[in-house]
Each structure stands twice: as structure tokens, then as C-alpha cells.
């Protein structure tokens, strides 16, 4: 099946530091990509929308200065956390649509961020 | 705007049994999908069943069915014979019929414990 690889798995960045987080489509191409937040013991928070050659849409409430998104290929998104703070620290997964119609989403394996 | 409720926080179920897990949504909209997705202590989002909204057939995978009553807006997963390894958190989500950056929407989660 399609499969879609986030890295790094883990980072440890120090507060004031940014750290890029690279989402990629392995077998399949992905026009749009999403990107998630998860809180511990908590649903999935979506951040943002991913629109290869375009500007992001962000969701309500996320910073775009901090949260960078670029999607310069079809097969690439990444997510840019610039000057983390510890309470940025948190669980962070992409996800990328299969085929035409959209109906089938696939989640890459996700990225921990500590900023300590 | 389009919600998705889940009331269970935990479930707990024993080896070989059926579980059914409970998930309510609402949404205006006539053509949609209805997703269950399963996250492991892995963190991994893997995609357990879909179910088309124009579908009156319900969804069917392996151990795992859904119970789809579009009228009531009503999505429940049944696991039947449990296995320890479907112990995990799981999400029902929606997502708009068509539209390539159509967003998932995510409840907050039922976290099922299989015990031996």
C-alpha cells in the first residue's frame, strides 16, 4: 500500500533553535499534504494544509511565522518549528491524500520534538 | 461546520470477544466518508475501514465491521474476535465528499484495552 515516511522520528532541539520535520510520499505522488499536532491522551489537531507549489492554508489559531510549511515537490512537505520553545514540544504527524478522488488518507509514522 | 463525536474514552474487552466501538457525527452534507483509524502505542495512524456514505452496504474488513445508519448519523466498528494486538486508540473520522484538500475530521478517541 501507499506509504508515507516522516523524519526524524525523534528531535531534541534547544529553545530559540528551529527544527524542520520533512514528510514524504515514497510510491505515489501527493498534491496535498496535512499536518497534525497531537497532544498526549488527545485527538489529532489539524495545523495546516500542504498545497504542493502553493502557499499553505492554515487552521485557526496556528502561527504561520513559527509553523513553516513548504511543499515544493509532489512528493515533499516539510514543516519548519522556528525559535522552539518547550511548550512547542509535542507529537507531530503528516498525512497525504491517495489518488484523485481523496478518499483514502494515509499518516506517515510521526515526529516526537522535545525543546528543551 | 462537521463534528464527530466519540462517548467512550475506554473500552476494555476480553480475547476472542466482539467489541463495538460508538461513534456519532454530524454534518449537512449528503456524500461524505467515514473513516476508523487505529493508533498503537506506536503512534502509527493506520487506516482499519471506510465507508462511503452512498453505500448502504456497511463496510467489512476482516475482524472488523461497521454498523453505518446514515438517517441516525451513526458510525460504530465492531471487532469481533479480539486479538491482543488490537489494543490500541481508536479514531472515527469524516471527511467531505471530493475536494483534494478536504480535511479529515477527527474524534477524540476511544482507547481499547484487550485483556487476556
Known amino acids: 500500500g501507499a506509504v508515507v515516511s516522516q523524519h526524524p522520528s525523534w528531535v531534541i532541539c534547544k529553545s530559540g533553535t528551529s527544527v524542520k520535520i520533512e514528510c514524504r510520499s515514497l510510491?505515489?505522488?501527493?498534491?496535498?499534504m496535512f499536518w497534525y499536532r497531537q497532544f498526549p491522551k488527545q485527538s489529532l489537531m489539524l495545523m495546516a494544509t500542504?498545497?504542493?507549489?502553493?502557499?499553505?492554508?492554515?487552521e485557526q489559531g496556528v502561527e504561520k511565522d513559527k509553523f513553516l510549511i513548504n511543499h515544493a515537490s509532489l512528493t515533499l512537505s516539510t514543516l519548519t518549528v522556528t525559535s522552539a520553545h518547550p511548550e512547542d514540544s509535542s507529537f507531530y504527524i503528516c498525512?497525504?491524500?491517495?489518488?484523485?478522488?481523496?478518499?483514502?488518507?494515509?499518516f506517515g509514522e510521526g515526529s516526537w520534538l522535545t525543546v528543551v | 461546520a462537521q463534528t464527530v463525536t466519540q462517548s467512550q474514552p475506554e473500552m476494555s474487552v476480553q480475547e476472542a470477544e466482539t467489541v463495538t466501538l460508538s461513534c456519532t457525527y454530524d454534518?449537512?452534507?449528503?456524500?461524505?466518508?467515514l473513516f476508523w483509524y487505529k493508533q498503537p502505542p506506536s503512534r502509527q495512524m493506520i487506516l482499519v475501514i471506510r465507508?462511503?456514505?452512498?453505500?448502504?452496504q456497511n463496510a467489512t474488513e476482516n475482524r472488523f465491521s461497521v454498523n453505518f445508519q446514515k438517517a441516525a448519523k451513526s458510525f460504530s466498528l465492531k471487532i469481533s474476535d479480539s486479538q491482543l494486538g488490537d489494543a490500541a486508540m481508536y479514531f472515527c473520522?469524516?471527511?467531505?465528499?471530493?475536494?483534494?484538500?478536504?480535511?479529515?475530521?477527527f474524534g477524540t478517541g476511544t482507547l481499547l484495552a484487550v485483556q487476556p
Open positions: 454534518t449537512s452534507e449528503s456524500d461524505y466518508y
Open positions: 498525512s497525504a491524500r491517495v489518488g484523485d478522488s481523496g478518499n483514502t488518507i494515509y
Open positions: 510510491d505515489f505522488q501527493a498534491t496535498t
Open positions: 465507508q462511503e456514505a452512498y453505500k448502504q
Open positions: 473520522a469524516y471527511k467531505n465528499y471530493g475536494g483534494a484538500t478536504n480535511k479529515l475530521i
Open positions: 500542504s498545497n504542493e507549489g502553493s502557499k499553505a492554508t492554515y
